[in-house]
């Protein structure tokens, strides 16, 4: 039985993984595959538009104009659709920390620390 369950998980990981490699676009172009991450997420828009900001967070963060994942968030918050929910804010800000400056993804951690 457990050898069943672990080849249902293989194939169905094989299955999800495939659609990214048949995509010629995958991983060519990030701010596309950062559009198509949000788009899972309910959050559309200007593609060129999203990717700014998520660079503008980065950039902020390096700059240390904000200083942890909730003035990130914020600063999100204020400048997305104002239809956004707070779950969304804080999606495209990991969304944007995986594209764009995967290093500064430790925010997210201590945030998370700060909340217990």
Not at 58 to 65: H, Q, T
Not at 81 to 92: A, P
Request: glycine share 6%; hydrophobic share 40%; with cysteine.
């Amino acid at each position: 039985m457990k050898f069943a369950i672990g080849i249902v998980i293989a194939c169905a990981a094989i299955g999800l993984a495939a659609p990214a490699a048949a995509d010629p676009a995958y991983d060519r172009d990030p701010d596309t595959n950062f559009a198509h991450e949000l788009h899972t997420y309910g959050i559309y828009g200007q593609k060129d538009y999203n990717a700014w900001i998520g660079k503008l967070v980065c950039k902020r963060l390096y700059n240390n104009v904000d200083h942890d994942a909730f003035a990130s968030a914020k600063f999100i918050g204020d400048n997305l659709d104002r239809h956004n929910t707070t779950q969304q804010n804080w999606q495209f800000l990991g969304a944007a920390l995986n594209y764009y400056c995967p290093e500064k993804r430790v925010i997210l951690d201590q945030a998370a620390a700060a909340q217990h």
